[in-house]
């Protein structure tokens, strides 16, 4: 998994930090605004996918891929709004009025949206890892 005695290596702070980044941009072009917690979440949420390599076969369809990874954010978002937004007050969220969500803090429609957003991150991670660490571009196959 990348990790000698426990400790996170410094190539996925990296990877954590340039995927809190990316969403955080991503977020407030499609939003128009963020919270500073978007960017820790995204990128925890983004390490977490770049290490799913470590656990599913590397040929693993890509909608695959997408569906566990939208499954680990919703499953973070909520975590994160249960404290963030109803413990601590700070309501960063609310899909109270979106079809289909539970406590306000996750929802259908974003879940989906969740899977498109992770297939675009596993593309990312490989890409930023053979960029950056020289490691195999795999080869994508959608089904």
């Not at 941009?25 to 470590?54: D, K, P, Q, V």
């Not at 498109?116 to 930023?128: E, F, I, P, Q, T």
């Amino acid at each position: 998994m990348g990790r000698r005695g426990g400790e996170i290596q410094p190539r996925q702070w990296l990877m954590a930090l340039l995927g809190g980044l990316c969403y955080y941009g991503l977020e407030t072009t499609f939003r128009g605004y963020s919270h500073w917690t978007m960017t820790i979440l995204g990128g925890l949420c983004f390490a977490l996918i770049g290490e799913m390599n470590e656990y599913f076969p590397r040929d693993m369809a890509l909608l695959e891929q997408g569906i566990a990874g939208g499954c680990l954010i919703t499953g973070v978002e909520l975590a994160a709004g249960l404290v963030l937004n109803r413990f601590l007050g700070l309501w960063i969220w609310d899909y109270s009025r979106m079809p289909f969500n539970l406590w306000g803090q996750i929802c259908l429609p974003f879940s989906l949206l969740w899977v498109a957003v992770a297939m675009g991150a596993v593309v990312l991670d490989d890409w930023l890892r053979w960029v950056l660490f020289g490691e195999k571009m795999p080869r994508y196959h959608l089904l």
